[in-house]
């Protein structure tokens, strides 16, 4: 193999791919850079066998051929090369760097002992817009759990709607659910209503993929469980996870007795406040709605308190419709929330303490975020 390119054209795309590289495992390939050069093209990947990346790289192939390259010195050293021409090539199981003042020589591992990223593209099943998928999934994946150990809670739900209806996405870790639906076109198929759930690392990872261009294409391989991402320049794969998504349907409030409508930034700064204090008490943010009248607007009084330090309360003018209540929340849970949706105004629809609050955007009728409430005393 013997490939040249701009150090420059491939700092950003092995900065992705890096993020397959395994951080311990007792297979030494898995440590390492695939590299491929092949009719005309060169490739780089990584896989840890739960999620796999790829990426192709503008280069001039002077000869064909493949290698596997300790990913951490690689990747590093690349990293040192701020901009100009890097060659590679490889001589007697040895990869050698060169630039105009630099010559390294790796040791490697022969590219036949390093396992395949997918065997087969399988069933094309959707195509999403690339900026469509940036805005939305944010608001999808922060929900999902973090906790390896409850497997069907850790990834985001993706479920064919029927035709001309999209996906519906939802993702919730028991305490919290983001949920939105018409998200993507679905490709014609006899199993309309077939789902998968997606670990969520592997959202996370789409989300960070940014410029590649304007579609990506998904296909599910039944033979071997995984989905798979086709980007402008890379591919992106990971396994599907084998558990039963939870019932989230049947927790969904059908109706409201209290209808919230305020500003998202002045929310988000009045609970940025009193989690000051919150921190020191079990992190809990409470809710006052009060209705106004023909010389005050409403407003959504937002406080907490700490034994130890003190209270504190934000005012946030809203407009409150229905019955004036009260409800207490995890302030992580209302930052990461009013922390990844960008619209303007938000509604809030509550029917008592202790039933879960609904989170809407105003003119999407599409999306909603439930998040439990925590009892509190007086």
């Known amino acids: 193999m013997k490939v040249s390119f701009l150090s420059e054209n491939i700092n950003k795309k092995i900065s992705f791919v890096n993020h397959a590289v395994s951080n311990r495992s007792q297979l030494p390939v898995l440590l390492n850079f695939h590299l491929l050069a092949k009719k005309g093209k060169f490739f780089i990947s990584a896989t840890d066998l739960e999620i796999g990346i790829e990426v192709a790289v503008a280069a001039n192939i002077q000869e064909e051929g493949e290698i596997t390259v300790p990913a951490k010195p690689f990747y590093e050293l690349l990293g040192s090369v701020s901009k100009g021409k890097v060659t590679l090539y490889t001589k007697n199981n040895s990869l050698f760097f060169e630039t105009d003042k630099i010559k390294t020589v790796f040791q490697t591992i022969p590219a036949e002992d390093f396992p395949k990223l997918y065997e087969e593209r399988g069933e094309k099943i959707a195509v999403f817009n690339a900026k469509a998928l940036d805005s939305g999934l944010p608001k999808i994946v922060f929900a999902a759990s973090q906790d390896s150990g409850r497997p069907a809670l850790s990834g985001v739900l993706i479920r064919r709607e029927g035709k001309d209806k999209g996906f519906l996405m939802v993702a919730t870790d028991g305490y919290r659910l983001s949920l939105e639906k018409g998200v993507g076109l679905g490709i014609p198929s006899e ?188």
């Not at 990872?205 to 086709?230: A, C, H, P, T």
């Not at 946030?316 to 019955?323: D, I, K, L, S, Y």
Request: aromatic share 8%; proline share 4%.
């Open 191 to 378: 199993k309309n209503d077939s789902s998968f759930l997606v670990p969520s690392r592997l959202i996370r990872e789409l989300i960070s993929v940014r410029d590649w261009g304007e579609e990506i294409e998904v296909y599910s391989s039944g033979k071997s469980n995984q989905i798979i991402f086709f980007l402008k320049d890379g591919v992106l794969v990971g396994r599907l996870i084998e558990a039963e998504f939870p019932n989230y349907e049947k927790i969904i409030p059908s109706d409201f007795s209290t209808r919230v409508v305020t500003d998202r930034e002045d929310l988000l700064r009045s609970v940025k406040t009193c989690s000051i204090f919150a921190r020191e008490a079990a992190n809990i943010i409470k809710l006052s709605l009060e209705k106004g009248s023909s010389s005050k607007a409403g407003k959504i009084v937002v406080s907490a308190s700490a034994p130890s330090l003190g209270e504190t309360s934000v005012e946030v003018e809203a407009v409150v419709e229905g019955e004036e209540n009260e409800i207490a929340f995890n302030a992580r849970y209302l930052l990461e929330f009013l922390g990844s949706v960008d619209s303007e105004k938000i509604i809030f629809e509550m029917t008592g303490p202790l039933n879960p609050g609904v989170f809407k955007i105003e003119g999407d009728p599409n999306y909603l975020h439930i998040i439990m409430p925590i009892r509190i005393q007086g």
